[in-house]
């Protein structure tokens, strides 16, 4: 029998990595209910959610106030976002209830894009140069008055690279507005605007935190292995870092500055950067746990916890190991870990996944996290929405961990992995 809850914890839009915190949560004997934003589950979510983990369903309750009343007879102890869907929604509720969450008067920061790059202009901090444009004339006349090559064009308000071009010369830019200007993005707001940024050069990071109180602890920092293929992000992978180094304490110290400027007091934030020839430069900040997968037993074959597991610790630990997380301000690093996508040519259907019994045979090979089955969809990798599960790779040499990736790349490239069966209108 289960033991009576020492917590209540709702969990709004529990879509993506929701599903680890609802799992760390439960293992503490927190009571887990989920709440949607909206009346139905995005479309882009809808096959990967499972609502069964949790100890109860409220569904659709209304707009923010509508749910703030259904929600008091209840008593929730904590109402927190699950996913990029839910940030703005959890937040506004647990505000009205008196809970914790983040600063309300920088919540349009949290989500608008030229928003959060100004917050942070305003403390002081490096950052994109940056316009909105609402047409395709006030896009041109920008990228003149700017002068210099590339130039970002993303949506104000989506995720994952959704609609993010780089952008080589004034064609391109013309291109990216007339493709994404209107169009619904991945989060479903449609692009009334766009932000056109000035080209953040140097290579990327990612620092994950967990907040309490306006007191933080990082989880954990990747390095990202990203290229540029006709404008499209392609993801390659992300390489844990020593938060030990002289780059990742700089990292750190500009990552809490960020989180100051975006007034996020509470709950998990994921931070992307690039490292500029002049130091860190804030790419986007999402107030909610990391979208890539968290396979529990790769990070604990690392020496490592999870972003989820943190969290869970912080919200349903006791005082003495809330106390204890917060006081160490990052995590130890024992072994190097790396999460490898899978990058697709072309779009098509899995015919066959015999042959990814091959990975089994990589030295630093832990585990491949959700992978696909047979007449599962693929589609052209084209953004950090990628297909195909994560391979994690777990070794004390990080050379072993490089050339296993090169393995991969290379059965990838031989359709050795997946057997793809491609999309006519794709070959034509």
């Not at 140069?129 to 002068?147: D, I, K, T, Y």
């Not at 005082?319 to 040519?345: D, M, Q, T």
């Amino acid at each position: 029998m289960r033991k009576t809850p020492r917590l209540r914890v709702v969990i709004v839009d529990g879509y993506s990595t929701g599903r680890e915190l609802v799992r760390e949560l439960l293992n503490r004997e927190v009571e887990c209910l989920h709440l949607q934003s909206t009346r139905d589950v995005p479309l882009e979510v809808v096959k990967g959610f499972d609502r069964r983990p949790y100890d109860g369903d409220l569904g659709y309750l209304g707009r923010v106030p509508t749910a703030v009343d259904a929600l008091r007879s209840l008593k929730p102890d904590v109402v927190i976002a699950g996913s990029e869907w839910g940030v703005n929604f959890a937040e506004a509720v647990a505000f009205r209830m008196g809970l914790p969450t983040n600063r309300v008067e920088t919540i349009g920061a949290r989500r608008d894009k030229y928003e959060m790059v100004e917050a942070v202009r305003r403390r002081g901090l490096r950052a994109a140069s940056q316009a909105l444009v609402s047409n395709a004339e006030e896009a041109r006349a920008w990228a003149v008055g700017h002068g210099a090559w590339p130039i970002v064009v993303k949506p104000l308000d989506s995720a994952g690279s959704d609609g993010v071009s780089i952008c080589s010369e004034l064609r391109d830019v013309e291109a990216a507005v007339g493709r994404d200007l209107g169009r619904r993005n991945f989060m479903g707001s449609i692009n009334r605007q766009l932000l056109l940024q000035s080209y953040l050069s140097g290579p990327q990071f990612i620092v994950n935190t967990v907040s309490s109180e306006g007191r933080h602890h990082v989880t954990d920092i990747w390095a990202m292995t990203v290229t540029v293929a006709g404008g499209d992000v392609i993801p390659g992978g992300i390489h844990l870092c020593d938060p030990e180094t002289a780059t990742s304490a700089e990292l750190i110290a500009y990552t809490l500055e960020v989180l100051s400027a975006l007034g996020i007091e509470n709950g998990a934030a994921h931070t992307e950067l690039k490292w500029t020839p002049d130091g860190p430069a804030l790419i986007e900040t999402g107030a909610r746990l990391m979208g890539a997968a968290m396979d529990e037993p790769s990070y604990a074959a690392a020496g490592m916890h999870t972003q989820a597991n943190v969290l869970a610790e912080v919200l349903g630990g006791c005082p003495e190991e809330r106390e204890a997380v917060l006081s160490a301000c990052h995590y130890h690093f024992e072994k190097h870990i790396s999460k490898v996508l899978f990058n697709f040519g072309a779009s098509g259907r899995v015919r066959s996944t015999e042959a990814l019994e091959r990975l089994q045979s990589l030295p630093s090979f832990h585990a491949h996290y959700r992978p696909l089955r047979r007449g599962d969809r693929v589609w052209k990798t084209a953004d950090w929405f990628a297909c195909g599960g994560m391979i994690y790779l777990v070794h004390d040499n990080p050379g072993q961990i490089a050339a296993d990736i090169e393995t991969v790349r290379i059965w990838e490239s031989r359709g050795a992995l997946y057997d793809i069966e491609t999309d006519v209108a794709a070959i034509a």
